[in-house]
């Protein structure tokens, strides 16, 4: 399973770091990555970073946010700074095993509100 945390309510300009902890998985995985949903939006791709460490960041927070993960890569970690009004939403971590074509392993949301 996965397990994300670290949501909350920050003020616009500051930071959070989210985690998400693989368990009872697959040893490795061909890709892990962050998604988020906000209300009345479809759910789109924030960032990922494949076992061998390439990571891929959206436009919308290219230079804001940073992914990475623990050595033991069965924890990945999504530092968001900068955050703005428009970060507000569910986030969410899944995993792409190998020979999938999409992410299908999906943690439960955590939520990230960004008051002015």
């Known amino acids: 399973q996965l397990q994300a945390s670290g949501g909350g309510l920050v003020q616009a300009g500051g930071s959070l770091r989210l985690s998400c902890v693989a368990s009872?998985?697959?040893?490795?995985?061909?890709?892990m990555g962050w998604f988020r949903q906000a209300p009345g939006k479809e759910r789109e791709v924030v960032s990922s970073?494949?076992?061998?460490?390439?990571?891929d960041y959206s436009n919308s927070v290219k230079g804001r946010f940073t992914i990475s993960r623990d050595n033991a890569k069965t924890t990945v970690y999504l530092q968001m700074n900068s955050l703005n009004l428009e970060d507000t939403a569910a986030y969410y971590c899944?995993?792409?095993?190998?020979?999938?074509?999409?992410?299908?392993?999906w943690g439960q949301g955590t939520q990230v509100t960004v008051s002015s």
């Open positions: 009872g998985l697959t040893s490795s995985y061909h890709s």
């Open positions: 899944a995993m792409k095993r190998w020979g999938r074509s999409a992410f299908e392993i």
């Open positions: 970073i494949t076992w061998s460490g390439n990571m």
